[in-house]
Structure formats: structure tokens, C-alpha cells
């Protein structure tokens, strides 16, 4: 994760292959690695996501399981 001064943390990873010495995330995104990565849901928090229509679903339907509200969620494809 990297993360910015202003309090904006990012989180990569790869589904596929990734080149050797990669050090963000692998492998498709579950429910359990949404918790262990971003924050809580909180009025405060905001999350943004990229990828191909299949992965926004998930990803979407996911956050949804863990508690984020729609309007604090933020979809770029």
C-alpha cells in the first residue's frame, strides 16, 4: 500500500501475472482482502476503484457485503 501525506492510501494488485519483485496484492479480489486493506466504513472514508466491467462488479458487490455505503463509493472503469 502506498500511501499519501493527505490521507490517501493506495492499494494495487494483479489478478494475472505479475513481474518479478511485485509487491502489491494477488489474486481476485474476495471479501476478506477488502477488510485487511482499506478502512472501516466511516462518513469520513471514500473509495475509489479501476478495472474492467467483470472486476467493478465484484468489487462493488463486495464492498457492499462489508458495510460501505453507495455514496461513499466511487467507480472508474
Known sequence: ????PERLSVWRSLSGAAEEGWRGGRGRPCEQHLREQLPPPAADVRIFWCGPPPFND??????????????HLHEFS
Not at 500500500?1 to 499519501?4: G, P, T
Request: proline residues 0%; neutral net charge; aromatic residues 6%.
Open 58 to 71: 465484484l468489487v462493488r458487490s463486495l464492498l457492499g457485503q462489508v458495510g460501505y455505503e453507495v455514496a
Open 1 to 4: 500500500m502506498v500511501a499519501h
